[in-house]
C-alpha cells in the first residue's frame, strides 16, 4: 500500500503541471536520502499518468489506482528492495524487455528501479541503452540516494528531482498524532534527518527503549563487560550504539556552546547533557575521536572490544 504521508507533495505539483502542459518526460531520476518517499512518490506517478477518475488525479479508488497502490498492476514493475541488495545485469534485462511490449491495460507502463546505485556495471550500461532509445508510451522512475554513485551518462538521459528533508517540526508532530510522545516524537525526527519513511524504521526498531538502554549502559554503568561483549558481537547493534552515542555527545557540545535545550536531541536526558557539558574541550573532544574511531573499526570488520573499553574509559575519567 502507499504510505501517503511519505509522498512528496512539491513533486507532485510539479508532475502534475507538466501533465497539464503535456511535457511530461519519458525518464526521471528521484534524488534524496533513504526513506525520504522516493518509492512512494513514484507509485504516486504511476497512479496519476494511469487514473481513471474524473476529478482530482490520482484519486486512489479507480481500478489502476488500486492495482498499483496493492502491487498487482501488471503494466506498473517496482525493481529493488530495502535489503539494498546489488541489482544485476539479468534483472535489468528481465525488466526491460517488457519495455517493447504492448501494456495490458495501462495507458503508460511504469518502470521503478530503485537505489540504482546498487547497479552492477554491466546493469547501469543495458539500463542506458533502454533510456537513450524509449519505448513508446513508458516512463522510467528510477530513485537512488547516492546520485555521485551513479554513472553521469544515466544521470544526464534523466529529469532529476530532488528530495529535501522534511521539517523535523512537521515530522514530530505526524508522529505525535500517531502517539508517540512530543519528545519522543522530537527525537526520533532530529535523528531520521527529517525522513518520515525512516522514522518508521525506527519506532519498528524499537530505537527508543535501545536509546535508554545505550545510554544508560555507557554513561552510568562503569562495570559494563557483559553489555560491551554483548554489542561487540553484533555489527549492526555496535553501529546504531555509536550513533546515539555520537548525537549525544554533539548535544553536549551544543548545550556548552549555548545552544537552547529546546533544540538539542536527547531533551529527555538534559541533567545527563548538563553534566558532561561540565567537563573541558578537550576530554570531549577525546571521547567524540573515540567514537569515530571505534566506527571506523566497525567499518573495517575489525575487533571493537578494546575500543569499546577504551571508549568507557574515556567517558568515565574524572
Known amino acids: 500500500m502507499i504510505n501517503t504521508a511519505q509522498i512528496n507533495t512539491a513533486a507532485m505539483q510539479r508532475f502534475n503541471r507538466l501533465i497539464a502542459n503535456h511535457r511530461l518526460a519519458h525518464a526521471y531520476l528521484l534524488v534524496g536520502p533513504q526513506d525520504s518517499g522516493k518509492t512512494q512518490t513514484a507509485l ?21 489506482c488500486r492495482k498499483i497502490a ?38 503508460t507502463k511504469v518502470f521503478i528501479i530503485r537505489n540504482i546505485e546498487l547497479m552492477t556495471l554491466e546493469a547501469a550500461n543495458a539500463l542506458l541503452k533502454t533510456l537513450e532509445e524509449p519505448a513508446a508510451n513508458t516512463l522510467m522512475i528510477l530513485t537512488t540516494s547516492i546520485p555521485e554513485a551513479n554513472l553521469d551518462t544515466i544521470k544526464s538521459r534523466c529529469h532529476t528531482v530532488q528530495f529535501f528533508p522534511s521539517a523535523v517540526n512537521r515530522i514530530a508532530e505526524v508522529l505525535s498524532g500517531e502517539g508517540i510522545n512530543a519528545q519522543d516524537a522530537r527525537f ?11 522514522t518508521r ?6 530505537l527508543i527503549p535501545r536509546r535508554r538502554k545505550v545510554l ?40 556548552k ?19 558532561f557539558a561540565a567537563r573541558g574541550l578537550e576530554d ?30 574515556h567517558i568515565w575519567v574524572n
Do not use: W
Not at 188 to 198: F, K, N, P, Q, R
Open 257 to 275: 556552546g549555548g545552544v537552547a535545550p529546546s533544540k538539542l536531541v536527547h531533551q529527555d536526558s538534559l541533567k545527563e547533557v548538563e553534566k
Open 70 to 107: 496493492s502491487g498487482n498492476h501488471p503494466d506498473v514493475h517496482v525493481l529493488g528492495n530495502d535489503a539494498m541488495d546489488s541489482i544485476k545485469i539479468e534483472e535489468i534485462r528481465f525488466l526491460l524487455s517488457r519495455a517493447h511490449l504492448m501494456a495490458y491495460e495501462a495507458r
Open 44 to 64: 504516486t506517478l504511476a497512479q496519476l499518468v494511469n487514473c481513471e477518475g474524473e476529478n482530482e488525479r490520482p484519486c486512489g479508488q479507480c481500478a489502476p
Open 216 to 255: 544508560d549502559e555507557m554513561l552510568f554503568n562503569r562495570n559494563n563487560d557483559s553489555f560491551l561483549k554483548e554489542l561487540s558481537a553484533d555489527t549492526q547493534e555496535t553501529t546504531e550504539a555509536l550513533r546515539l552515542l555520537l548525537s549525544f555527545f554533539c548535544d553536549v557540545l551544543l548545550f
Open 284 to 313: 570531549l573532544s577525546l571521547i567524540i575521536r573515540q567514537i569515530v574511531q571505534t566506527k571506523q573499526l566497525v567499518d573495517e570488520k575489525l575487533n571493537v572490544k578494546m575500543s569499546l573499553s577504551l571508549l568507557r574509559e
Open 201 to 206: 524504521k525506527l519506532i519498528k526498531q524499537e
Open 188 to 198: 526520533l525526527a532530529v535523528y531520521a534527518e527529517g525522513c518520515l519513511g525512516m
